[in-house]
């Protein structure tokens, strides 16, 4: 009762993905055929390209270890037609710089073994008189069987293993020159910091009129209550500017480095009120930035189609 456009059947190659749009994916899911990639590395990163803000990549795949040689695996590469097989690292290296995050990853030989053993018992004992029935020579059967075999002994001898993956398009990526900022602005002293300088919903430069400065450069009054003035004047300057130049009828606007989400949340709520909004996305590299942004947006009755909050960096915007 499937119809045509909940369920789709495509002829396509791992090698080639680019028929598929980026950020177009929920959920990418596999079953034990990465194996067969010719560019694992490659593939690996066209997953991630695949999957929208928050998707997730589940797939399990035959594996080798990283320590085993192709002459060890010639047989077990001679029964599947293979140059090589995929191994845990290069996965975990490519989904993870590629900006997906872990969330699980199971890898063993145990797999392999009790299935290859299934699979043997059954061609060799349990099933052997109806394979003939249906045709299978027994030359075939005889090939499968050493075939299986081996798998069987690589296994054992822990060459080849079986693993299990989730990965998670979080935006968090794993470049140096982001991590360092990212870590900044998730730990417990900045986000207290800059809460108490500048209050929790408000970060950068504020406008400071004149008569409200001191000759020494300082705002007028108390440090908090002078800076989150100046700060929401800021807010209103923007609000004005994007008034007078965007084009008329309901605005779709992106928020680049959101921090708490001050601005994004009142350009929201401004153009709710005088009914001009339909999307803010608020883009931040701190995850605990971002989880108080959407609280907040939450309080002010803002529904997820009308405000969103990305985990991302500057360097890839390419989910937009």
Known sequence: GLSDAEYCVDLASFDDLSS???GSFDLVMSNDSFLYSADK????RELARLLKPSGV???SDILQSKDAT???LADVYKRLSLTHLGTSELYSKELTGAGLTAVSEDVSGQGILRHYGFMRWSASENKTAELLAAGVEQEFIDKQLVGLAKW??????????????VYRNSGKMQKESDKIPQDYYDSDSAFKYYST????DYSGIGIYPEQEVTAGGFPRGSGVDSGAHALQKRDAHM????LKSAPAGKLRGLDLGSGRGGLARFIAGELKGCGRLEQVIASNISGRENDYNAMKAKEMGLSDAEYRVDLA????????
């Open 20 to 22: 598929y749009e980026t």
């Open 41 to 44: 590395a490659k593939l690996m």
């Open 57 to 59: 990549l589940v797939f």
């Open 70 to 72: 192709p002459e060890q």
């Open 152 to 165: 069987q002994e690589s296994a054992e001898a822990g060459l080849v293993q079986w693993g299990w993956f």
């Open 197 to 200: 300088i500048q209050t929790t």
């Open 239 to 242: 609000l004005e500017l994007i």
């Open 313 to 320: 960096t500057f360097d890839d915007l390419s989910s937009y």
